[in-house]
């Protein structure tokens, strides 16, 4: 059964991400506002959903199943790695698709809008999290470590959202860049919506389960290599 | 837990002055980047720009990273790592400790840029006394973190280099509260946002490092 | 594993940065016994010491200290119990050697008093207001021998202890090695050259991150 939904992961996230492009861009309407500029709702929540709360909610999770004693294993610090790799791409394309979104209704292709401010921020956490795995040889080590900042990155994250959101709407000029960004949603345009979640949610799961078999693969060299170097060491001390 | 604390803030505060290295190196480094600021807002802003609070905080958070290297770089010489292990120090004392140092150490930086502030940037002189208490909670907590950001980056490959990737995303909330509160109190205000701000990293801050400071310490 | 031996180890191997410091080390060490680590250099000699002492981890195998266990103990516990004579011999180089022993003796709850006469003992009392990077190599060793002293450990663990001294200082070790093993602590010594001192003593040569000899 588990092989089974491993083997499939990848076909039905192909035949659902398919879906969303031929119903998004040939069956649904345009927007009578924007135009067809508002068929990025269906790339776009979806992509934040992702890279927001999926994926850095994964690499949460895992990071602190690794620090909890009980739970601490090395499954736990592989699927966090993954997850924050996977979750830095989401993030960059969820900055990419607001931009162009927001560039219409802002003139310009980055504003302070606290949502983008914030995510721009959080996106800086997970390259700070991968540049702390790469400073780090030892696999331990590199896995304390980066449980401890992706757990200090997560309590951050509210504390990060609110200052911004705080700084945006409690300064006077706040209206400014306001986007008027509401869609009427409803009928076929829902169930697209609906569909685009699932299949990027599927694809991050589809980018993450690739990612953690890379990782199983590097590991299973470093060890080979750690088998050899204790023989060549033994043999070091026979002659 | 608390013993601990005091003896390696003792320690810490000691050591800083014996050397001295923050109040020859780390103060200049923060005064001049104060008229640089200056310097950089161009002859007609300089002396009364609005921008003053954040450039104040931004230079702070700049010698805030420098504080924190030299607090790290004091428990890393290969002789210290090894003989101050075998005193089997509590983690969580030894967080504390070098919070209460690094803190007390900010707070005198920060009263001299402060005073810097007033000098070069010509914000009011009431108007600056009245952002102090915001000031002092927002360097403990920068303090706090400082600290733990400090012991991710320990032995690893350029410790000074990865500081800033990883704590200075962390930093903006404190600079935005930070920055607010200086520029409301400037305003003659005081909004209660900033200080929740500033308040909750503080407490988040404080509790993360006594809980997981030993898991740091032990690798 | 009996508690009838300090220190037990059972295929121990250390790995740092994909290199095995030990590849296999098998040992046990019995309480009020000295033992003498000898091997060429790279042999494993300090990262044995440096095991012993809960100061690295344990990749593979198993192993027990003074009742800790070094794969899932607390090696905090451990560190606390040993005393370690490395080359290092200050705690903070900015302090004044009467400093860093204060501060050592407060973090392990050892009386202050015993801090001048042990300076007094290794000859360093005329420098306890020296900051301690100001010291000689000699001078450090002394200094981490005083501390030692007022430390009193139930495990020693001595990286090369002769590297550095004068002949004054080495009298003084032997001396203090035989009042410390009579008195049922436990001795481990790294060292080049044999130990001079006529103590009885287990000898084990390391090559190759494995223990290759016992005598």
Redesign the interface.
């Given at each position: 059964m588990k092989q089974l939904a491993q083997r499939l992961l990848g076909p039905v996230t192909l035949v659902s991400m398919a879906l969303t492009v031929w119903l998004g861009l040939v069956v649904t309407p345009p927007d009578k506002v924007q135009g067809d500029l508002a068929r990025l709702v269906y790339v776009h929540p979806a992509v934040a959903w992702v890279a927001l709360y999926l994926s850095f909610g994964t690499a949460t999770i895992a990071s602190v199943l690794y620090?909890w004693p009980r739970t601490r294993s090395v499954v736990a610090d592989r699927v966090a790695h993954s997850a924050m790799e996977v979750s830095l791409v989401f993030i960059a394309l969820t900055l990419i698709t607001g931009s162009i979104w927001g560039r219409p209704t802002w003139g310009v292709w980055w504003a302070w809008d606290a949502r983008l401010t914030s995510t721009a921020?959080?996106g800086?956490?997970a390259?700070?999290y991968l540049?702390?795995r790469?400073?780090?040889?030892?696999p331990?080590?590199r896995a304390?470590?980066s449980?401890?900042?992706a757990?200090?990155?997560a309590?951050?994250v509210p504390?990060?959202h609110?200052?911004?959101l705080?700084?945006k709407t409690?300064h006077q000029g706040a209206t400014v860049f306001t986007a008027n960004r509401s869609l009427l949603i409803h009928g076929i345009m829902a169930w697209t919506l609906l569909l685009s979640f699932v299949a990027f949610s599927l694809a991050y799961a589809w980018l993450v389960r690739a990612r953690y078999r890379l990782e199983v693969a590097r590991e299973r060299l470093?060890n080979e290599?750690?088998t050899e170097?204790?023989a060549a060491?033994?043999?070091?001390?026979?002659s | 837990m608390i013993a601990t604390a005091w003896l390696v803030a003792g320690k810490d505060l000691r050591i800083e002055w014996r050397s001295r290295v923050l109040a020859w190196q780390v103060v200049p480094f923060g005064v001049m980047a104060l008229v640089l600021s200056g310097l950089a807002l161009g002859p007609t802003r300089a002396g009364h720009s609005s921008a003053a609070p954040g450039l104040f905080y931004l230079v702070v958070l700049l010698v805030t990273l420098l504080a924190i290297n030299r607090s790290q770089a004091i428990e890393r010489t290969p002789g210290t790592r090894a003989s101050v292990a075998t005193l089997g120090l509590d983690p969580a004392g030894v967080f504390l400790g070098k919070t209460i140092a690094l803190a007390v150490e900010l707070w005198v930086i920060g009263a001299v840029l402060l005073a810097g502030t007033v000098l070069f940037l010509h914000t009011a002189l009431a108007g600056s006394l009245t952002a102090v208490p915001s000031l002092v909670l927002t360097l403990g907590a920068l303090a706090a973190a400082g600290t733990l950001y400090g012991a991710l980056t320990g032995e690893g490959a350029g410790p000074a280099t990865l500081l800033p990737v990883l704590a200075l995303p962390a930093f903006a909330p404190l600079l935005i509260a930070g920055e607010r509160a200086f520029s409301a109190a400037l305003a003659g205000g005081s909004p209660w946002e900033w200080w929740v701000i500033t308040l909750v990293a503080l407490v988040a801050y404080l509790a993360i490092g006594v809980l997981l400071y030993g898991v740091l310490e032990e690798s | 594993m009996t508690a009838k031996f300090v220190a037990e180890l059972e295929d121990a191997v250390v790995i740092a940065g994909g290199f095995p410091l030990l590849a296999g080390v098998t040992m046990r060490l019995e309480p009020g016994t000295l033992t003498v680590v000898v091997g060429a250099n790279g042999a494993g000699k300090t990262s044995l010491l440096r095991l012993l002492a809960g100061l690295d981890q344990l990749t593979s195998g198993t192993g027990v200290v003074a009742g800790v266990d070094l794969a899932r103990g607390d090696r905090r516990l451990l560190r606390r119990r040993v005393g370690w004579l490395g080359h290092e011999g200050s705690f903070y180089d900015d302090l004044s050697v009467e400093e860093n022993l204060h501060f050592a003796a407060r973090a392990l709850s050892r009386p202050i008093a015993d801090v001048a006469p042990a300076l007094e003992r290794v000859g360093l009392a005329q420098r306890a207001s020296a900051p301690a990077r100001r010291l000689s190599a000699g001078q450090r060793r002394r200094l981490a021998l005083a501390w030692l002293l007022v430390r009193r450990p139930e495990i020693w663990l001595l990286d090369e202890p002769y590297a550095s001294l004068d002949d004054a200082a080495r009298d003084l070790l032997d001396d203090l090695l035989v009042d410390v093993v009579g008195a049922g602590a436990t001795v481990v010594a790294s060292a080049h050259d044999p130990l001079r001192s006529e103590q009885p003593r287990v000898t084990l040569t390391l090559a190759g991150g494995r223990v290759v000899a016992t005598s």
């Open positions: 620090l921020i959080l800086l956490l390259v700070g540049a702390l790469r400073a780090n040889d030892d331990t080590l304390k470590r449980a401890v900042f757990v200090l990155s309590i951050n504390i990060i609110f200052s911004v705080w700084w409690l470093d290599a750690i170097a204790i060491r033994v043999l070091e001390g026979r | - | -």
